[in-house]
């Protein structure tokens, strides 16, 4: 029994190691020469009367199909800008409608703090947010937590206030929480 699981084991992918490329330009220009390739031997399946030929029309309309969808993708439907200095964070609450919380590390300063707040607000902006309680503003706080002798901090750092409507919102104010930060110096420090 301990060999099979030891063959299974072999056989498993580290998946921290494999990366994933989201270049839809490359993967666009490889399926197009796929669907040539595929015409080309349907062409061939007619000229010699071969009798999966109309096999090779499915494959050649199927290829088709999908590479109008990469092309699709290739057009940036996935791009979004990215925010200098700004550190990954993960989305805890969110409302749908303007309300949302992101959590960021612990060792985060102020300057990379405000950089993230306005990677979270481009990446958290949908046209379908909407108003609620009379607050027309996309409001979004990053807290961190200082766990600690079997007690956990939670801290809110900062908040940034930007527009749900304008997609492009130029006049976002940010936010700093400086006491927040002088506690989490002590915390982290004690």
């Known amino acids: 029994m301990s060999q099979i699981f030891g063959k299974i084991k072999m056989l498993t992918f580290n998946s921290e190691k494999m990366e994933l490329s989201?270049?839809?330009?490359?993967?666009?220009?490889?399926?197009?020469?796929?669907?040539?390739?595929f015409f080309v031997l349907a062409i061939l399946g007619f000229i010699f009367k071969w009798g999966f030929?109309?096999?090779?029309?499915?494959?050649t309309g199927f290829m088709g199909v999908l590479t109008v969808g990469l092309f699709a993708l290739s057009l940036g439907l996935f791009s979004r800008p990215e925010v200098p200095n700004a550190v990954k964070f993960n989305l805890v609450y969110d409302t749908g409608a303007n309300q949302a919380v992101i959590a960021v590390?612990?060792?985060?300063?102020?300057?990379?703090?405000?950089?993230?707040?306005?990677?979270?607000?481009?990446?958290?902006?949908?046209?379908?947010?909407?108003?609620?309680n009379g607050?027309?503003?996309l409001?979004?706080?990053?807290?961190?937590q200082i766990h600690q002798k079997?007690?956990?901090?939670?801290?809110?750092?900062?908040?940034i206030r930007r527009s749900l409507i304008q997609k492009d919102d130029h006049e976002a104010t940010v936010t700093i929480f400086e006491d927040s930060f002088a506690k989490m110096e002590t915390l982290v420090n004690s």
Not at 23 to 29: G, Q, S, V
């Open 135 to 137: 607050d027309s503003k």
């Open 22 to 37: 989201l270049d839809f330009n490359n993967y666009t220009i490889w399926s197009i020469y796929t669907t040539i390739a």
């Open 53 to 59: 030929r109309f096999r090779l029309v499915g494959a």
């Open 150 to 159: 079997n007690v956990t901090y939670p801290l809110y750092l900062g908040q």
């Open 105 to 132: 590390p612990p060792t985060i300063t102020p300057t990379q703090l405000e950089a993230t707040l306005q990677q979270a607000a481009i990446n958290l902006f949908s046209y379908g947010r909407t108003s609620s």
């Open 139 to 144: 409001t979004i706080r990053a807290r961190t």
